[in-house]
């Protein structure tokens, strides 16, 4: 019916009211926080592009693992920087490494605590890239990313071996959720989930976290594996390819730039979908709030909002204990 019988500010009249009726919420349980555990430090280390970050050494991962659970958050996504780098990102599987470490203490700390790691050897890697590299016959070097499959399977095995509940691919190399999965199953470790990096673009927006993880590419970049942002089509043909291979959850990362990909991979899955709030939109965020521009709880649940909005059931977000300390 026309004005004056349909009026919509009705039911925006009161808080109580717009709560009620509320289409989208935001829960802390709804978010995972991203965490990098640097195996040479005694002390946390500030990332300076990223305010209120830190590297963190391991022997903090007891409590950091009771923080977020007593903020009741989702869970954890684990990031490890070794104190040595190789060609291949070996290091990434040592039982002893950063990651692993970090597990064993958090699930100690916090058995219910959902521990999730990311499987890549960028951050083990002396160039940087997201693979084994090759060298061709002309010269040209590439990420071979056959060879890369045996590492990051065996790198996903000292995860789940350490008692991550989650194993994070985040390389986009081609058949590496089959290949985890089937590493993973061979040895008995059939109930460790896989959330795929399903989606993930070259972006502009992961620069504060290259400062972070130190997994900047000493050479060229990384658009010959990740997916061009003009492409959206594209997305929903990695996250088929990636459920029929045995993920059990996907992700489309970053979040903000690719809210439109996000809503149609959630249309095209019955899996649970994750969305990564990056290193570049919290650092933006933080610059705006720091310059006097924007007010920071209502910037960061709005930015939230419109992420779970959009279809993710669940949000990486480094924004995750600030938002779970308002949504209490």
């Known amino acids: 019916m026309p004005f004056p019988v349909e009026r919509p500010r009705r ?55 009771r923080e977020a659970a007593t903020l009741g958050l989702g869970g954890v996504m684990l990031f490890g920087l070794p104190v040595a780098k190789d060609e291949r990102g070996e290091r990434g599987a040592d039982p002893d490494g950063p990651v ?13 605590l959902v521990v999730m790691a990311d499987v890549c050897v960028d951050e083990y890697t002396t160039h940087g890239h997201c693979g084994v590299l090759r060298t061709a016959p002309d010269g040209a070097v590439d990420v071979d990313n056959d060879a890369t499959l045996d590492v990051l399977s065996r790198i996903a095995l000292a995860y789940a071996e350490a008692g991550a509940d989650v194993v994070a691919p985040s390389d986009m190399m081609d058949g590496r959720v089959g290949a985890i999965r089937a590493a993973l199953d061979g040895v008995g470790f059939t109930d460790t989930a896989i959330l795929s990096y399903a989606v993930k673009y070259a972006s502009a927006f992961y620069g504060p976290f290259r400062d972070a993880a130190d997994c ?50 959630r249309e095209a899955t019955s899996l649970p979908v994750a969305a990564y709030n990056v290193s570049g939109e919290y650092a933006m965020l933080k610059a705006a709030v720091s310059a006097g521009m924007l007010d920071e709880p209502r910037a960061v649940l709005e930015v939230l909002t419109s992420i779970r909005r959009a279809g993710a059931d669940f949000i990486l977000t480094y924004h995750a204990a600030f938002a779970a300390g308002l949504l209490g």
């Open 11 to 65: 039911l925006r009249r009161t808080s109580a009211l717009r709560a009620l009726v509320r289409e989208t919420v935001v829960t802390p349980r709804d978010l995972v926080l991203p965490m990098f555990f640097h195996a040479g430090l005694v002390e946390p280390r500030p990332i300076a592009t990223m305010p209120g970050v830190d590297q963190l050494p391991v022997s903090h991962a007891a409590r950091a693992a």
């Open 216 to 265: 900047a590419p000493q050479f060229g970049d990384r658009a010959g594996y990740q997916m061009d942002p003009g492409n959206a089509r594209e997305a929903s043909r990695e996250a088929r390819l990636d459920e029929q291979e045995g993920a059990d959850m996907l992700m489309v990362k970053p979040a903000l730039p690719y809210l439109d990909v996000l809503s149609k991979v």
């Open 100 to 112: 692993p470490r970090a597990i064993r203490e958090m699930k100690s700390a916090a058995p219910g």
